[in-house]
């Protein structure tokens, strides 16, 4: 049976090599998808910028506009966090793989499967929630022209996009044009989302399970069990347990600090803007 963290990791791998957020990829692809996505990101904020200084609007199509621009900067933000933290990422894959190692061949993996396999079922879920939420999204903005096809009338239906670019050209004649620019835009910020939410979920998640494999380190470092052992075997075995229950609460506890410290300048914002784009949404 293959260990629910290994199917996990391979996921993860997949998601971030699409993302060019992998750590052990080799430095020229990874510029070149940096490249890529990074223009991808630069071109669609400017373009929606844009709007603001091309055409006037009322105050709800000021809050309208501003909520999309908070969404796409949080998909920039969240893309940027890992990108700029690589080092990191690394490390705590590096991190959780040692741990699965130390206690493949014990009671404690029992542990990693429990809570890993729960956050295994919050990576499909979102994948699943994504890919659903994507179709639904392309049919809607497409629905004047899947219209015409199936119940053609006299005149097209107007088309229009749910978020406003502008690209200086007539949004009825070159539709296409604007509608790939906000599906490849929204794609890359959702997948984005995507990958670094549900990584950072699987991080918490391993968290989690050190810290209660830890915990039942000391509470089995005294037992039954334990006291009709030899007092030589009994301390050796209860000295062994408290060893590396502390071991394992403090390389979590490090390298938690450490994600703390790198990801706090990216999350930060990206929770305030969070706020601004509820505030937004409700007073419309």
Avoid at 34 to 47: P, Q, R
Avoid at 110 to 129: D, T
Avoid at 260 to 282: D, K, R, T, Y
Wanted: hydrophobic share 50%; with cysteine.
């Amino acid at each position: 049976m293959v260990f629910v963290g290994e199917r996990c990791f391979i996921f993860h791998r997949i998601l971030l090599v699409a993302m060019g957020l992998w750590p052990y990829q080799k430095p020229f692809i990874w510029r070149i998808q940096a490249v890529f996505f990074f223009s991808t990101y630069c071109c669609t904020l400017f373009f929606q910028l844009l709007t603001f200084v091309t055409t006037a609007c009322n105050t709800d199509c000021t809050l309208k506009r501003f909520s999309y621009f908070s969404i796409y900067f949080i998909h920039i933000l969240s893309y940027c966090c890992f990108y700029f933290n690589s080092e990191i990422i690394k490390k705590t894959l590096e991190h959780m793989q040692f741990d699965w190692k130390l206690f493949k061949n014990s009671e404690a993996i029992n542990v990693f499967e429990e809570y890993l396999f729960e956050a295994y079922i919050v990576l499909f879920s979102a994948f699943i929630f994504v890919l659903l939420t994507a179709i639904s999204f392309v049919t809607l903005e497409c629905r004047s022209m899947i219209l015409d096809v199936i119940i053609p009338v006299n005149e097209s239906r107007p088309r229009k996009i749910e978020m406003d670019f502008e690209l200086f050209v007539d949004q009825e004649q070159y539709f296409v044009l604007y509608l790939v620019q906000e599906i490849v835009g929204m794609g890359i910020g959702a997948w984005s989302l995507l990958t670094t939410g549900t990584f950072l979920t699987t991080v918490m998640k391993h968290f989690c399970a050190t810290y209660k494999i830890a915990s039942y380190l000391i509470r089995n470092a005294v037992t039954v069990r334990t006291l009709h052992l030899p007092i030589a075997q009994r301390i050796q075995f209860m000295f062994r347990c408290i060893c590396l229950s502390v071991q394992i609460h403090r390389r979590t506890l490090m390298l938690c600090n450490s994600m703390i410290i790198s990801f706090n300048l990216w999350l930060s914002p990206i929770c305030g803007l969070c706020v601004l784009v509820l505030s937004c949404v409700l007073f419309r």
